[in-house]
Structure formats: C-alpha cells, structure tokens
C-alpha cells in the first residue's frame, strides 16, 4: 500500500510539473491504464497517450497551481484543494481533486 508520505510527494510533484510546464511528470506518476477525468462529468482521459495530451494543452495555457492547504489522505486517496493561476491578472479558478493510489503508488 502507498504510503501517507508518498501520496503527499505525489500531490507535490503534480503541482511541480505545472510550474516546469512537463506534462511526462505527470505522465510518470499515473499507472498505464489511469484515468483522468476533468471536469467531473466529462469523458474520462484515458491511458498515458489521452493524459499526456489533456495536460500538454493544460500546461500550453500557462497555468499555474497553487495549494490551498494540506494534502488530505484516507486509506488509499489523497485529496488536495489548490487554485489555478493563469496569465491573465485576476483570473483564477478554485479546484478539489482527488487521486487514488494503486499498490504500486502510481495514480489510477
């Protein structure tokens, strides 16, 4: 099982590879067949070809996270409140997500 400390690295590289704009740090923390589903209720980004893509878009945007406290985790989830920063003075969005750890620690 992954680790409290583990998923809380994870949530920080996540926030880091917004900052270096490198959608394979992502890529390396999600397991071969992760899901990302983002807005909730949209069709799901599967696989590491569908997340590479859905966050080398992301990152072209020039956004930005920010956490907006603790990594929160229970069993084998994290939580994370942050908001993302954009180019555009004033301009924000506020975001909870939520990753599930597989046993290998990668994000499913």
Do not use: C, N, W
Not at 17 to 30: C, W
Not at 92 to 99: G, M, P, S
């Amino acid at each position: 099982m992954t680790s409290p400390d583990q998923m809380v690295r994870a949530v920080q590289s996540y926030v880091e590879a917004f900052d270096k704009g490198d959608p394979e740090m992502v890529v390396a923390l999600s397991a071969a067949a992760a899901t990302v589903e983002a807005p909730v209720g949209t069709p799901p980004h599967v696989g590491h070809d569908a997340i590479r893509a859905f966050y080398t878009r992301s990152m072209q945007t020039g956004a930005r996270l920010h956490l907006d406290g603790p990594v929160r985790v229970a069993g084998d989830t994290a939580a994370f409140a942050f908001h993302v920063g954009f180019a555009k003075p004033g301009m924000q969005v506020d975001v909870i997500d939520l990753f599930r750890f597989g046993a290998d620690g990668k994000v499913v």
